[in-house]
């Protein structure tokens, strides 16, 4: 296949532009709302997105982190299983183990609050890969206290994560997988929360993922296109009382794609980009609004009318958070009350770059954009990698893109071990 190179490399800085320039308008931007349904001034323009053990979505490891948490279709290693399962069958060795330590909130001076994150994948053989994945994110100590703020019990809340992948070669470039997974989540037990003590939340889940791997030559060089498309937390609601108000699990839908090429014997690049989207319903408001934005009042109690979408039942619980979760999914890409505009502004994207010399040392970075009124994560990383013989090693970095934003990674290194072993089995030949 001949494919020119240089349409490809415009094709790629065109899409690098874009996200950096899309990102940059947003912060810039002032303070009127996009989307139907929120306050002239700008100060009720927030519709984020919320669910419940959000730490299922966050990037566990340092060489994806560097790369603005792209991942999906990039080359495969041991921390796939965070991303696309199916992606470990082109993996390149036979077996391979990470362990990654992410300190968290180090900014505010917390030194117990991390992410630590286990995960490995084995080649049965050619065309079966299993994977394995634990991710334990520990809260700190936190001291309970009443209305009098006289201190009660201490507490230590944490979540974990337990994952068990299965990747199947469906043919010479295609691969498909299915990861399996229990969640835990402890975050207050023995706690009084409207009249209810907490208890711990439990939560079974499963991935659907596919990817596309197509070699080919450019240039007389070897080039590399990748596809990948990621179905993530499928499952169970949950919640911590006993009440049937149940809470959503970060399910999320992802595309990837990559582009790799190698320059010579020493020199290669590959560039990554990831869309992603909560399939998860957007959350209705709770009051109504007139064409001005302004909040419409009651003539005769004086107070905001409620939107009768919100609770229709009356029932205490809003509607959006009582759909089944098959329903939530297929609804939650057309449910949003600012329309087409308001579902576009939750796609997250991310894109990145890594350059390889010689195999041995990595340069890496990258950028993450979510919108300004759906969560306004922005943030540009960057980060290295060491690979000697069976042992990698990378370091990642985060940098807020914007003044004065704060995030739970400002000023952290985080850092991911890798140990590869054999390479991967080879296709049997035909007698």
């Known amino acids: 296949m001949k494919i020119s190179f240089s349409r490809i490399f415009s094709i790629l800085s065109f899409v690098l532009f874009a996200t950096f320039n899309t990102s940059f308008a947003q912060s810039a931007g002032t303070v009127d709302c996009p989307?139907?349904?929120?306050?002239?001034?700008?100060?009720?323009?927030?519709?984020?997105?919320?669910?419940?053990?959000?730490?299922?979505?966050?990037?566990?490891?340092?060489?994806f982190g560097a790369m603005g948490d792209v991942g999906i279709a990039m080359p495969s290693d041991a921390n796939s299983m965070h991303f696309n399962a199916s992606n470990l069958s082109f993996a390149p060795k036979d077996f391979s183990a990470s362990a990654t330590f992410t300190p968290w909130l180090r900014a505010l001076g917390l030194n117990d609050v991390f992410l630590a994150?286990?995960?490995?994948y084995k080649h049965i053989d050619y065309t079966q890969t299993i994977g394995v994945g634990l991710r334990f994110f520990s809260l700190g100590q936190i001291q309970y206290t009443d209305d009098q703020g006289n201190p009660l019990q201490t507490v230590r809340p944490n979540e974990f994560e337990l994952a068990f992948a299965y990747s199947r070669k469906l043919g010479k470039f295609f691969s498909a997988g299915l990861t399996a997974k229990y969640i835990f989540s402890n975050l207050g037990t023995g706690a009084v929360s409207g009249g209810q003590t907490m208890m711990p939340a439990h939560g079974f889940a499963?991935?659907?993922?596919?990817?596309?791997?197509?070699?080919?030559?450019?240039?007389?060089?070897?080039?590399?296109?990748?596809?990948?498309?990621?179905?993530?937390?499928?499952?169970?609601?949950?919640?911590?009382?006993?009440?049937?108000n149940r809470d959503y699990i970060p399910a999320n839908m992802g595309i990837g794609l990559s582009f790799e090429y190698n320059f010579d014997k020493h020199n290669s690049i590959v560039v990554g980009l990831d869309i992603n989207k909560?399939?998860?319903?957007?959350?209705?408001?709770r009051n109504?609004?007139?064409?001005?934005?302004?909040?419409?009042?009651?003539?005769?109690?004086?107070?905001?009318?409620e939107n009768p979408d919100y609770d229709a039942d009356a029932n205490g619980v809003a509607?959006?958070?009582?759909?089944?979760?098959?329903?939530?999914?297929?609804?939650?890409?057309?449910d949003a009350p600012g329309g087409a505009g308001e579902e576009f502004s939750e796609l997250m994207w991310s894109v990145g770059l890594e350059y390889w010399y010689n195999k041995q040392f990595a340069v890496r970075f990258g950028h993450y954009n979510e919108h300004k009124f759906k969560g306004n994560r922005k943030f540009f990383t960057v980060g290295l990698g060491i690979r000697y013989k069976i042992f990698n090693i990378n370091f990642s970095y985060l940098i807020?893109?914007?003044a004065g934003q704060r995030n739970p990674l400002d000023n952290t290194l985080r850092f991911s071990?890798?140990?590869d072993f054999g390479k991967a089995p080879d296709k049997k030949k035909k007698k």
């Open 288 to 305: 109504l609004y007139d064409d001005n934005g302004d909040l419409v009042i009651d003539p005769i109690t004086g107070l905001p009318q």
């Open 206 to 244: 499963a991935d659907l993922s596919f990817s596309l791997r197509k070699p080919l030559k450019i240039a007389e060089k070897d080039a590399i296109i990748s596809a990948g498309l990621v179905f993530s937390n499928l499952g169970t609601k949950i919640s911590y009382t006993q009440s049937a």
């Open 117 to 120: 994150y286990l995960s490995g």
């Open 319 to 334: 509607d959006y958070k009582e759909q089944s979760v098959p329903a939530s999914i297929f609804t939650s890409f057309g």
């Open 278 to 285: 909560l399939l998860v319903p957007t959350p209705i408001r």
């Open 35 to 63: 989307f139907s349904g929120a306050s002239a001034d700008g100060s009720d323009c927030n519709n984020t997105i919320i669910t419940a053990v959000p730490f299922l979505r966050i990037v566990p490891d340092a060489r």
């Open 400 to 402: 807020p893109s914007q």
């Open 417 to 419: 071990l890798i140990f």
